[in-house]
């Protein structure tokens, strides 16, 4: 398993504006994910994060809304651009291998 | 697209009582794993299921993978208040690195 730490827990952003994620691993890894998780709903998979290449976005996902940085094995942002109440989500930073996944404590949004 | 239709949705029960989460899809899976969700933490991995037909425990829980590896269930014995929490199946997709695809979730509520 793997010790997933991620920034801020929670925020409250205007409208408009952007933020950026942190999640930081105690280890390195090859791949990272980042989910969204909208009220009472599951897990959506926004892009996979690679160490030196772009991220690949999955279907409904583009880079100009949701940038990634991954500059290291152990690190990577997601920026939330642009923000209107309909992003007001968790955002879940996750690491694994074989299917298996580990998350981090999630970042809860609230657009006003 | 590869769908995970997780149910029932929302389950709410007394102490004491045993119940059954279904998982189901159209397609194969090369593992399937079974998350657990308290509010404002991550989902935190319970168990993983590999090969068709398979049968794994967890104290109180038991966890199935169907025979061609589609369909998976969690049965809860002797449900505890400890045991609320959004419960996530989530299917391995074959050859995408690790991409999982989740269930719906199923909110249980356990009342003493």
């Known amino acids: 398993s793997a010790v997933i730490s991620q920034k801020p827990s929670r925020d409250i952003c205007q409208r408009g504006t952007s933020l950026t994620i942190q999640c930081q691993v105690d280890s390195q890894v090859t791949m990272m994910f980042w989910y969204r998780q909208q009220p009472g709903q599951s897990l959506t998979l926004i892009a996979t994060?690679?160490?030196?290449?772009?991220?690949?976005?999955e279907s409904g996902f583009v880079i100009d809304k949701f940038p990634i940085s991954r500059p290291n094995l152990t690190f990577s942002t997601l920026t939330v651009s642009n923000l209107s109440p309909e992003d007001s989500s968790i955002y879940l930073c996750s690491v694994g291998g074989a299917g298996e996944l580990f998350f981090g404590e999630g970042s809860r949004l609230t657009v006003l | 697209t590869q769908l995970l239709e997780q149910s029932p949705q929302f389950l709410s029960i007394q102490e004491g009582e045993n119940l059954t989460v279904y998982c189901n899809s159209s397609?194969?899976?090369?593992?399937l794993q079974w998350y657990r969700q308290e509010p404002g933490e991550g989902p935190v991995l319970l168990v993983t299921v590999v090969t068709g037909g398979e049968v794994k425990k967890l104290k109180r829980l038991t966890f199935q993978f169907g025979d061609a590896r589609k369909d998976s269930s969690l049965h809860i014995t002797a449900a505890q208040p400890g045991d609320t929490g959004l419960y996530l199946c989530a299917g391995a997709v074959y050859n995408q690195g690790g991409k999982l695809i989740f269930g719906q979730g199923t909110e249980l509520s356990v009342k003493p």
């Open positions: 397609s194969v899976f090369s593992s």
């Open positions: 994060a690679n160490q030196g290449s772009e991220a690949t976005y």
